[in-house]
């Protein structure tokens, strides 16, 4: 007797048809899903414009994106920053500040000089250990850092910062991100790196000066405690160099750096309180400490579509930071 076909269950009659294979496109999924305004003034030089992030929906490729148009000087400025499965990173940055200014009256200025910083950087990675709540990873990266200053009247230019240099990382992270909250709420990171001029030596020249030829190690220690809903964090960051390299600045309530790489040639170092232009906080070694306590205050949850705009969660921080360069 020919074997008898099982009849269909009724399970298998309710269960919808897959459609057919198809090539998986990452760009279908990664255009922007938010944006936030980008407002940029400095005594004279003014920019307006928004930022971005996306993702692709398996995670291989993460952008962020900020584009801003300074108006007086009619300078394209903003950052870029990608992130290829975790291992490849590319960064571009390019910013404004004045230097020199004269004032109107009435809150306004007009820019007399001015200096143009173009960042570019590359990292990677090679993961060594890869775990469901840790990864080590070794990474080899590059960076380029230049300086204009450029004069509005009469219109000259000089480039007294071109800095290049290599870099070799070692990562620790165990960090539990968007686990159980909207981003890293826990867990210890710990970061080696060091940084060398001496593969470029003869192409990190300025007018301000010879070749940098020297070396930087640094160290950074991050660690975050959940208490309730609240988190402390705390961190620890200490450089020391050697030979011919640029200081260190401390200062300032936020750094610069990439937000989504991993940071290379960064001698801006936050030390909320104080400006970043005090020459006591300017030195070829550093260390800065500070200890945080992060606590959502009310989770409002309000968004409107037209205009989109919204308002998620509103948070504070009690902060103590301690530094010396």
Sequence with gaps: NPRAEAAPSRADEDMPALGADRPYRALESMRPRAWTPELFFDRGLSAYGASFEGADA??????????QWETSQREPIGSFEYVWRDRHQWALQRSVNATAWRALGKGDYDTLAYERRTQAQWVSLLPLQVRLSSRVSAGLGAALDRT?????????????????????LLDYDTREGNWWSEGPNRGLRITLLHESHRPFKRASHGSAGPSRDGHVTRFDL??????????????????????????????????????????????????????GTETALRGQNMRVSSIEWRTPIADV??????????????????FVDAGGA
């Design 148 to 168: 204009e200053r450029i004069a509005t009247s009469p219109v000259s230019r000089q480039t007294p910062l071109d800095d290049r240099l290599a870099a070799v």
């Design 58 to 67: 398996l995670g291989w490729h993460r952008y962020a994106l900020t584009m």
């Design 301 to 318: 949850d309000w968004h409107g579509m037209a205009p989109p705009i919204g308002l998620n969660r509103l948070s504070g921080t009690a």
């Design 222 to 275: 991050s660690s975050l405690v959940p208490i309730g809903r609240s988190v402390l964090a705390l961190r620890h960051t200490e450089a020391r160099a050697s030979g011919l390299t640029r200081p260190f600045q401390l200062g300032g309530a936020g750094s610069q750096a990439p937000q989504v790489c991993y940071s290379l040639n960064e001698r801006e170092v936050s030390l909320r309180g104080y400006r």
